[in-house]
């Protein structure tokens, strides 16, 4: 069975940059479609992004557009989430996903 992993995530300031991870130790995540999901406080998970397995296509949730980009490195079998200009509004359980398969997810804080 597919187990994905995420990391990368913690505490910033307002402004400021994290790199999340995915990886699916023992697996190869090349044949999958990924994406990344976030799950706030009270809030329903909600689609950030995601990439096609050869990375050509990529699609972003409007509220991240031009401040998240996706990637994948197919050699080093990881998925990234690079997260640029962060708000407290981004504070949320990041979560990647391949096909019906869940991570654990990595908590992501935006603080002053």
């Known amino acids: 069975q597919l187990q994905l992993v995420e990391s990368g995530g913690g505490s910033v300031q307002p402004g400021g940059s994290l790199r999340l991870s995915c990886v699916a130790p023992g697996f190869t995540l090349n044949y999958y479609n990924i994406a990344w999901f976030r799950q706030a406080p009270g809030k329903e998970r909600e689609g950030v992004s995601c990439i096609s397995d050869d990375g050509v296509r990529a699609s972003y949730a409007d509220s991240v557009k031009g401040r998240f980009t996706i990637s994948r490195d197919n050699a080093k079998n990881t998925v990234y989430l690079q997260m640029n200009s962060l708000s407290p509004e981004d504070t949320a359980i990041y979560y990647c996903?391949?096909?019906?398969?869940w991570g654990q997810g990595t908590q992501v804080t935006v603080s002053s």
């Open positions: 996903k391949a096909r019906s398969y």
